[in-house]
């Protein structure tokens, strides 16, 4: 029997034009269900960001300080990943020093898979200009890793308090122990002193600062707020932040760093995070 017969029957069935309809319909049902599909597959999903090295040159009194790992609340840059100096020591002559930097991008990508960071193509040896919250640096891209999307960018997380606890008496018979050997060196005083910190907060973030006690690494209390101005989304507050600090020959060492009027100081108060500039000490 021939597969197609004189009456234009497929084997002398089906019409043969009707035959290939059908096909052809069924063939644009099926890939209009593959291309559905792939769009739905949630693989361009969340944000996508790139970690990368950039090799910069700060200021060592005022603006190392301001140079912490951690999130940072930006569009552009996620997170600091890692802060190290790389500069065997500062220019004697103007104060700099050179830091390797690891901060997380918020980035994108063209319909050709090329990563951008800021509407520009992003790759090894480009110059960048990042706003780190508490301070901007320009640098060099000197490593990258590869791009990774993640559902939600990080974003500082206020350090919990700790409930204070008591300790059940001990029934044990205390354990004489060996003395120690005497140190040979003596360690640095550690004194306190109250800064006048002024920063810029959203409006919402501002009833979470307040006057007392803060459970924070060398941060002892903030003595007083005041509310320098006010926009509708943000507040200027000026604070006065006790700190512990170390003192010599008359300068006041902060995290092992020179503070005076115009340092940038990251502080941790507990229930908020804030970024300032010291206006007086």
Do not use: C, W
């Not at 190392?64 to 552009?76: D, M």
């Not at 300068?251 to 108060?269: I, K, Q």
């Amino acid at each position: 029997m021939p597969v197609i017969d004189e009456n234009g029957d497929l084997f002398g069935v089906v019409n043969a034009v009707d035959a290939l309809a059908v096909a052809l319909v069924v063939l644009v049902l099926a890939g209009g269900v593959v291309v559905l599909t792939g769009a739905s597959g949630g693989a361009d999903s969340g944000t996508l960001t790139q970690s990368v090295t950039v090799q910069t040159t700060v200021d060592v009194p005022t603006e190392v300080a301001a140079l912490e790992t951690g999130p940072v609340a930006n569009e552009q840059v996620a997170a600091i990943e890692r802060v190290e100096r790389v500069g065997t020591a500062e220019n004697a002559s103007s104060g700099n020093a050179t830091y390797e930097l690891d901060v997380q991008l918020v980035v994108g990508a063209t319909e050709d898979g090329v990563t951008t960071f800021a509407g520009e193509r992003l790759f090894i040896g480009r110059s960048v200009t990042l706003d780190l919250e508490t301070v901007t640096v320009s640098g060099v891209v000197t490593a990258a890793r590869e791009p990774e999307r993640v559902e939600s960018v990080p974003t500082p997380t206020p350090t919990p308090t700790p409930e204070p606890t008591t300790a059940a008496p001990s029934t044990k018979t205390p354990t004489r122990t060996a003395t120690p050997p005497t140190q040979t060196t003596t360690p640095e005083p550690t004194t306190t002193r109250v800064v006048t910190v002024e920063t810029t907060v959203d409006a919402g973030k501002v009833d979470t600062i307040t006057e007392g006690p803060v459970m924070g690494r060398d941060i002892v209390a903030v003595h007083d707020r005041a509310v320098v101005s006010e926009t509708e989304t943000t507040t200027t507050l000026r604070l006065q932040v006790e700190l512990e600090v170390v003192e010599e020959d008359g300068t006041v060492y902060f995290r092992g760093v020179a503070v005076e009027p115009g340092t940038r100081l990251r502080l941790d108060l507990g229930e908020a995070r804030i970024a300032g500039t010291v206006i007086a000490l």
